[in-house]
């Protein structure tokens, strides 16, 4: 049985504005460096380090980065060192914020990149990029040559990002690297245009996660293997130094042809490793290149009209959230949800998983999910949208099967159960995950954190 054993309402400050204050749409936390960013209904973002959800009555007054209207989508990224061939532990790593946004006076993307330095507080990166199309610009950010458009997203991992935008029905996906060692507190990066997708349908959701990147469309969604999808063709070059814009240091399957955009993703060195120059890669949607596969949903309702004449209608996975390494949590338009599982790829082997849809207990609006694969069971919050949240466990039975050497069927590898609810006074906008037993509620006006034990 799972208690709430810390709740806390954190109230909104309101900017010293003559008339209605615009209100907080969208949030999102960071848990390692307990960061916290906010968008308001005029676009504008407010940029919060070192905030203790549970200690504060309300947040200060003043953020520590506001970052000005418009703006698009915002994510949070972490950034790992480049190994280090002497042995010694790993350094942890650095977190970043990046904001999207339009050019002002041109038809160009604007990207806004921040890194935490050791005193908490955010910095202005500087970012050396050497890619058609990719620019620095010390006053605005990073130009890209994209037409700001409708339905642009953001989203981040480790050591990459991707990028969405409908208006242009493409995806790019960036590599990041610190330029900086460890014992630097300097905000200096590499950025890299690792690969770009040419969209032939609408994509409703986006996820990077655990080296899958996964495409919400109708009736199913598509993965992607992020290892595979950044390799590209290289070419080598003489100069032992890579020139500023390139990301890749060592290779994952060594020095000879091919090279990773970020090589340190998997930490190894080969010291026999060439330079190379890496160029983006482009892929169709449709394409099954480097294993791609869509998986579509599997429901009893419409497997039993497919004899029928009526016309089905179109499910939107609108959410994606990560459960563990290998279970990914989707929600469709129909607030219906469907658990997704993958088998581990071999290496130039296709993706292989399913789809299977979960008993329905709410007509779910909005899910959060803090995944730890330290654990066996993850904790899932689920809302209609009204004043109630609901919490589930989901029981991850990979492990057990391994180890006992069953092959069993993986429709009983997860079970997931309601065991609590939660009832807010105010109508729920969005839920945020802050550790794998928290949740941060948006409401009409303030913020509420729960931690269960």
């Known amino acids: 049985m799972v208690v709430i054993s810390r709740a806390s309402k954190l109230s909104l400050p309101n900017p010293s504005l003559p008339s209605s204050p615009p209100q907080i749409t969208s949030a999102l936390y960071e848990p ?54 002497n042995p010694s532990p790993s350094p942890s790593p650095r977190v970043a914020f ?43 950010g990073v130009l890209l040559n994209i037409n700001h458009g409708v339905g642009l997203k953001l989203v981040g991992s480790v050591n990459f990002f991707a990028m969405y935008s409908l208006s242009s029905s493409k995806i790019w996906v960036f590599g990041v690297k610190l330029m900086d060692g460890d014992g630097d507190d300097g905000v200096r990066v590499k950025l890299m245009r690792c690969a770009v997708i040419e969209c032939c349908k609408p994509v409703w959701s986006l996820s990077l996660s655990f080296g899958f990147m996964i495409l919400g469309e109708d009736n199913g969604v598509r993965v992607l293997n992020l290892r595979s999808l950044v390799k590209g063709k290289v070419k080598k070059i003489k100069n032992s130094s890579l020139p500023n814009g390139i990301i890749g240091d060592y290779g994952f399957d060594g020095p000879t042809e091919r090279i990773a955009c970020n090589g340190y993703l998997d930490e190894k060195i080969d010291k026999h490793s060439v330079s190379v120059k890496q160029r983006s890669v482009k892929y169709k949607q449709d394409s099954d290149e480097g294993g791609a596969c869509f998986l579509a949903f599997r429901m009893k309702e419409v497997e039993g009209l497919k ?23 989707i929600l469709d338009s129909s607030g219906n949800l469907h658990m997704l599982h993958l088998s581990s790829p071999v290496a130039g082997s296709n993706i292989i998983g399913h789809i299977r849809q979960l008993p329905h207990v709410m007509n779910v609006q909005k899910l959060a999910v803090h995944p730890d694969i330290s654990l066996r069971t993850q904790t899932i919050w689920i809302t209609d949208g009204y004043h109630s949240v609901n919490v589930m466990v ?19 590898l997860t079970q997931c159960s309601v065991i609590e609810a939660i009832f807010v006074g105010e109508k729920i906008q969005d839920l945020v995950p802050l550790a794998a037993n928290g949740l941060l509620i948006l409401g009409q006006g303030n913020l509420y954190a729960y931690a269960n034990s």
């Not at 504008?44 to 989508?73: A, D, G, K, R």
């Open 32 to 85: 390692n460096s307990l960061s916290l960013a906010l968008m308001r209904s005029d676009s504008s973002i407010s940029l919060y380090s070192s905030i203790s959800l549970f200690t504060l009555s309300s947040l200060p007054s003043t953020p520590q980065v506001l970052i000005p209207s418009p703006s698009y989508s915002f994510t949070f990224l972490l950034l790992n060192y480049t190994p280090n061939p």
């Open 98 to 140: 990046i904001a999207v946004g339009p050019h002002r006076s041109e038809p160009k993307l604007v990207l806004r990149l921040y890194v935490l330095k050791r005193n908490n507080f955010y910095g202005k990166a500087r970012v050396f990029c050497k890619q058609k199309g990719v620019s620095f610009d010390e006053k605005l």
């Open 307 to 329: 004899s029928t004449k009526m016309p089905l209608m179109s499910l939107k996975a609108i959410s994606i959230q990560a459960v563990s390494l290998k279970k990914f949590l």
């Open 394 to 412: 989901a029981s991850d039975m990979d492990a057990a099967d391994n180890e006992n050497g069953r092959n069993e069927s993986e429709e009983n």
